[in-house]
């Protein structure tokens, strides 16, 4: 069992859906960004939206690695920065669109 942080832009929440629900199943603890039910993104303060991305962080720090859903390769400012803070921290960086090119599972 691995603990993995899903990173990635909320344009992709369904597809962060789909791949938490796949990793759990496949025996991983998965930690997720918040489904933003209530409001949308920009109805967030600058405060909780900076808060968000601190807990978002230390999500990461409690992880073995971060799924990062890449559709299309899209890779958008704040999830660059999460990559590069888990490798700052030596995580292991797997990729949605390398991952739904192989069979093996995590």
Not at 31 to 50: C, G, H, K, M, N
Request: aromatic letters at 10%; one cysteine or more; glycine letters at 4%.
């Amino acid at each position: 069992m691995k603990i993995i942080t899903i990173c990635g832009s909320y344009r992709f929440i369904k597809e962060i859906k789909e791949v938490a629900e796949k990793l759990e199943l496949a025996g991983n603890c998965v930690l997720a960004p918040i489904d933003l039910v209530t409001r949308d993104e920009s109805e967030y303060t600058a405060e909780e939206y900076q808060l968000l991305g601190e807990m978002h962080k230390e999500k990461i720090r409690l992880s073995d690695a971060i799924f990062v859903v890449n559709v299309d390769n899209y890779i958008g400012t704040s999830t660059k920065n999460e990559i590069e803070f888990a490798k700052s921290l030596n995580k292991e960086v797997i990729y949605y669109t390398d991952f739904f090119k192989k069979s093996e599972a995590i």
